[in-house]
């Protein structure tokens, strides 16, 4: 048996096994072998594909990540023949009869995939837990949220049980649990990776795919395989001017970083811990030779999480009228998970108009952005302003349910139509939202741009906190060579 797995990251991994040091077949055991020690504990692996993987490890693969274990998201990434569930009960058994578009580039790098991880029902949620398959608990302290939603992913990279994972980004998805998790996590930019054939314009254009990673380079290789526009793809990111691991050899020289250091959000205090380790980080930057200046934000963070909660529940709308149509509206609604549905039914309600003005102030923030990148290279600022939440806290209390059917129901959803009560409820699920974790990812999907939480902080308690990089439209090599940088200087690698 292979006993060195954990020392080495993906791209270390094939170099071994292209030196025939290792076979990917003892490679694959080991990480079976891992998943079904640690699994039970943290709830990342919802479906096992081992058989599958262990015939396919056989075959003759190339490509960078050449017989390198793997796991994909159960939610946007299918691979054929496989199950797909969306973290829903909806799609128990159902069976996927084609792989996405981005899970044909995974494979074609060699990735040996060997199960499915687990997600919020349709990713609608800052915490992985779902009715379908119960709660993943972060590796770091299991009575924590991973956070989400592809917190099953994070938890699997953080426990060692891969190197990289497959991941989802529609408001925070990968950067929010990378920084629960003391994992490297980077949104690519709008068209980066193809989120097709069948997701192409899902969240308004918000919606992004890669990987969680515990190194920058397997996360800067990981791009180079699988960037570029598919077929038919509605938008794409301006081409590197290198490759994306290539760019990790060079000096990111003397950036121009602006950063936030202040002590809210959302008119709310942050956790000092999180404060402190983006303040931490400015002296980080400024030893490494890079001009540190604090900011004030071109925008405003409650119209930032209005504008992506609006666009959100009109997608979701559409979504559950689609497989309303597909499956009889009596079925979804009593399969879906009431989250789900009360943002189906505030996009329903939704005028026109406003998912109009939603998307033109999303527009303007990535005016606002771009008018403060002719000043500096990257903005600095917390992933989250909360360290992991205890499960608990996660956890819907009782009455919480029972408002939440009751706004489901018929006559709920007439309400929701009458502007004062249809806002009144949407600011209350932005309170619980905020007090929960008070995540400040969102800015980057409405705009379109690049960002990355890199795990560079501790609490007292040595839970992970992520501190969050975004740059220039099209412009990851900047942020991966900062990563790089940030990486050497104070390495994370060894902790898992």
């Not at 990251?9 to 640690?38: C, M, N, Q, T, Y």
């Not at 569930?85 to 159902?94: F, I, P």
């Not at 600011?427 to 741009?449: C, E, F, P, S, Y």
Request: aromatic share 6%; proline share 6%.
């Amino acid at each position: 048996m292979f006993d060195d797995y954990l020392h080495y990251d993906g791209l270390g991994l094939a170099e071994l096994i292209a030196k025939r040091e290792v076979s990917a077949k003892e490679v694959l055991e080991a990480a079976i072998l891992r998943a079904e020690a640690l699994n039970p504990q943290i709830n990342a692996i919802v479906t096992p594909l081992y058989d599958r993987a262990l015939g396919y490890a056989r075959q003759n693969l190339s490509g960078p990540f050449a017989g390198v274990p793997f796991l994909l998201k159960d939610a946007h990434h299918a691979l054929e023949g496989t199950p797909m569930s969306n973290g829903s009960r909806l799609h128990a058994g159902e069976i996927s009869t084609f792989s996405a578009e981005i899970v044909r580039r995974y494979e074609a790098a060699g990735l040996v995939v060997f199960g499915k991880t687990n997600t919020p029902e349709y990713k609608l949620s800052v915490h992985t837990a779902c009715e379908a398959f119960g709660e993943t608990r972060n590796p770091w302290d299991v009575t924590r949220s991973p956070g989400g939603s592809s917190g099953g992913s994070a938890a699997a990279v953080a426990a060692g049980i891969v190197p990289l994972a497959s991941a989802t980004d529609e408001g925070g998805s990968i950067r929010i649990p990378a920084s629960a998790c003391g994992i490297f996590g980077l949104k690519p930019s709008r068209g980066r990776t193809p989120i097709g054939p069948d997701f192409g314009w899902e969240h308004g254009g918000q919606s992004t795919s890669h990987v969680l990673s515990r190194t920058v380079r397997d996360s800067a290789a990981a791009l180079d395989a699988t960037a570029g526009p598919e077929p038919g793809a509605p938008y794409a990111a301006p081409s590197p001017s290198t490759g994306f691991v290539a760019a990790l050899n060079g000096d990111p020289g003397q950036l121009r970083v602006g950063i936030s250091t202040s002590a809210e959000a959302f008119g709310l205090s942050m956790d000092r811990a999180c404060v402190e380790a983006t303040r931490a980080t400015a002296g980080i930057l400024q030893g490494l030779g890079h001009i540190v200046e604090e900011v004030t934000l071109p925008y405003d963070e409650w119209e930032v999480l209005r504008t992506w909660i609006t666009l959100t529940a009109a997608d979701t709308a559409a979504v559950v009228a689609d497989l309303e149509a597909r499956y009889g509206a009596r079925r979804v609604r009593q399969s879906l998970e009431e989250v789900v549905q009360l943002l189906a039914a505030i996009g329903r309600a939704l005028p026109a108009e406003v998912c109009g003005q939603a998307r033109h102030a999303a527009l303007r923030f990535g005016g606002s952005l771009g008018k403060l990148f002719e000043q500096y290279d990257v903005l600095v600022l917390p992933t989250m302003g909360r360290i992991p939440m205890a499960l608990e806290e996660a956890q819907q209390a009782p009455a919480e349910r029972r408002a939440l059917q009751l706004l489901t129901s018929p006559a709920g959803a007439r309400t929701l139509r009458v502007r004062r009560l249809r806002e009144a409820v949407i600011d209350a699920q932005l309170d619980r939202l905020t007090k929960q974790i008070m995540h400040r990812t969102m800015v980057a999907n409405l705009t379109g741009i690049p960002a990355m939480s890199v795990p560079l902080h501790r609490t007292e308690n040595d839970l992970p906190i992520g501190v969050q990089f975004l740059g220039r439209f099209g412009d990851e090599e900047t942020l991966l060579r900062l990563a790089a940088q940030l990486e050497a200087a104070k390495p994370w690698r060894i902790r898992r």
